[in-house]
């Protein structure tokens, strides 16, 4: 369709410049004598063969990609420029001279023309048809046509990312016979994926209109409505009323509300510390809590963050896990030095990374001096301290040695030279230049000053100190573990004696269906699962988190047949649990 819009537009232009060409003076020989018949003639080919190979061009754009249309392509480009040329030298020529182009000063002059001309088509040609505006080469295949396992495309906002995944989606359909029931499509929410539903319906619709005897796009016209195009929760609940019996499961179970689960925590978390209170022991983890978060008869705040933590850790695929590791965590027997901790192991990690970057900017600060001699004189001694200073804190924070980087803190920032006389003096030009270096110089010393200012606060003592802190942290953190804990067991065994699951029962009771608890690896069911779909595919794959990631990935062959669309940039549901990490990684 498109096609022939292009052939039936390039004819109509011809058409209408072929009369606007015989409006002008050449095309009538008694008005202007000195042009000839002939050349009149002529004119009018050239500007009908132009047009006409402008449509055959726009055809052309609609092609199969392929190395035939790219080498017609480049062929239809060669006599379209020299057209182009001519046309604009014939109309210059009859604007200004009422005269036909005849010497190379003539065509010289049409070549702003041309330009602006070519300028003009190819923007309306971007605007219009943006994702044809550059064709890529054969041997390079487009998001739509690759086959070659995971695929991510990342795009801005309002770039067609949705738009290429329909496109992807029918492509298969259509040139391999596909069912649109043999894909798993993912979105975000109900109102997206009715949407997304629709425009598969429609584009349907419009391919059909176009081949209205094809018989398999009938059927998928049909299979549209049944297709599995939903939200990951809509997913889960229909795998869990198939297969729930294998946890145990009602296939009967009822789904809550936000609200609903909102006020039934609440209830649950208040027996728990009602239970808690009557148990407590002296010095006990809980006690040593309370203390650390209550006030008073006031435990609200404790209350709060046991929910909060409780919460955040619905985005790990096994929250009962989780726990566990962090109360290992914290068993810090046997360890000397703070580098060795976890929270050590990160803070060396960043600094490292940060005082690689400040020791590139005194590398830089370095070379500059060595241009001027007031420089060199003034500021090269006191940089070249304080890079050896930060060298020696970089190799020993990259050692994993938390004192050996404490000792190496603060930095010295050596003060800098006065001294204020050159031994030649220097043009104006020379001057500026080294003005503007003196500046650089200054800036570049002060962003490292700040930076370690900055990173001294996080080393703030030796490996004893920051241990002995952590060992007096430790009872209180392991309360709150083991209280957590204990109330998310409560709280999944009152949900299942009212038959209710809430949107996170439905991600994690799926995690356990399709990975191994230990290594993560698909089940069997998940392989069973993962054949019945071509391919599984994600849309605002940004807003994925943990558990839902381990889910796509477990029902795609390890991620073999899954394809994802997104935009980091988008990512605003981080309040949700989103992990935008999940999509740069």
């Known amino acids: 369709g498109e096609t022939y819009f292009c052939l039936l537009i390039g004819i109509l232009l011809a058409f209408v410049l072929f009369c606007l060409a015989m409006l002008m003076p050449w095309s009538h020989p008694q008005a202007t004598p000195s042009l000839e018949t002939e050349g009149t003639v002529k004119s009018l080919r050239y500007v ?46 009859w604007a200004w001279e009422k005269k036909r182009p005849k010497g190379w000063q003539d065509y010289l002059k049409a070549i702003p023309l041309v330009f602006l001309l070519s300028m003009l088509v190819f923007g309306l040609g971007v605007f219009y048809f943006p994702y044809l505006a550059f064709p890529l080469p054969h041997h390079q295949p487009t998001p739509v046509d690759d086959r070659g396992g995971e695929l991510l495309v990342s795009a801005a906002a309002g770039s067609g990312k949705t738009r290429v995944l329909v496109e992807r989606l029918l492509d298969r359909v259509t040139r391999e016979g596909l069912d649109l029931d043999r894909f798993l499509v993912i979105t975000y929410t109900k109102a997206a994926a009715a949407e997304l539903r629709t425009r598969i319906a429609q584009e349907l619709s419009s391919r059909l209109a176009e081949n209205p005897g094809d018989r398999h796009l009938r059927r998928q016209s049909t299979l549209v409505y ?64 309370v203390d650390t978060l209550s006030a008073g008869r006031d435990d609200s705040r404790l209350a709060q963050i046991v929910l909060d933590v409780f919460g955040r850790i619905q985005s790990h695929p096994h929250p009962e896990r989780w726990l566990r590791e962090q109360r290992e965590v914290w068993e810090l027997s046997g360890v000397t030095d703070a580098g060795e901790t976890a929270w050590g ?124 802190a952590l060992a007096e942290s430790r009872p209180a953190v392991q309360g709150l573990m083991d209280l957590v804990g204990t109330f998310q067991g409560a709280y999944q065994a009152e949900k299942a004696r009212r038959g209710l699951l809430d949107f996170s029962d439905l991600e994690h009771f799926a995690v356990r269906l399709l990975t191994h608890p230990e290594t993560g690896e698909p089940t069997p069911l998940a392989r069973t699962w993962s054949a019945r779909y071509a391919e599984v595919m994600v849309d605002e794959y940004q807003d994925t988190n943990q558990v839902q990631n381990a889910i796509f990935s477990a029902v795609s062959d390890r991620g073999r047949k899954l394809f994802q669309v997104g935009d980091v940039k988008q990512s605003i549901y981080r309040f949700r649990l989103a992990d935008p990490t999940i999509f740069l990684g």
């Not at 061009?57 to 392509?73: F, K, P, T, V």
């Not at 809550?256 to 909102?262: K, S």
């Not at 500026?432 to 962003?447: I, P, S």
């Open 48 to 93: 009908f063969l132009y047009f006409v190979t402008v449509a055959l061009g726009l055809s052309l754009l609609y092609l199969d990609r392929s190395q035939a249309r790219q080498l017609l392509w480049m062929i239809f480009l060669l006599p379209a420029g020299l057209l182009s040329l001519y046309l604009a030298a014939s109309l210059l020529g």
């Open 226 to 289: 049944r297709a599995q195009i939903s939200t990951i929760h809509s997913f889960c609940s229909a795998l869990l009323r198939e297969e729930g019996h294998r946890l145990d499961l009602d296939p009967d179970f009822r789904l809550c509300d936000e609200g609903e689960a909102q006020v039934l925590m609440a209830q649950v978390l208040e027996d728990v510390l009602e239970a808690q209170y009557e148990g407590i022991k002296p010095d006990s983890p809980f006690a040593v809590l």
């Open 345 to 468: 192991r990160l803070l060396l990690t960043d600094a490292a990374r940060q005082g690689r970057d400040c020791a590139k900017r005194l590398e830089e600060a370095l070379a500059l001096t060595a241009a001027d001699e007031l420089l060199e004189g003034n500021y090269a001694p006191s940089i070249q301290a304080t890079l050896e200073g930060v060298e020696a804190f970089c190799a020993a924070a990259e050692g994993g040695s938390w004192d050996r980087a404490f000792a190496c803190l603060p930095i010295p920032f050596p003060a800098v030279g006065r001294k204020r006389k050159r031994t030649m003096e220097l043009s104006p030009m020379e001057e500026a230049r080294a003005l503007e270096a003196t500046q650089r110089v200054k800036d570049l010393r002060d962003a490292v000053k700040e930076r370690f200012g900055k990173l001294s606060d996080w080393f703030d003592g030796d490996s004893g100190e920051q241990l002995a």
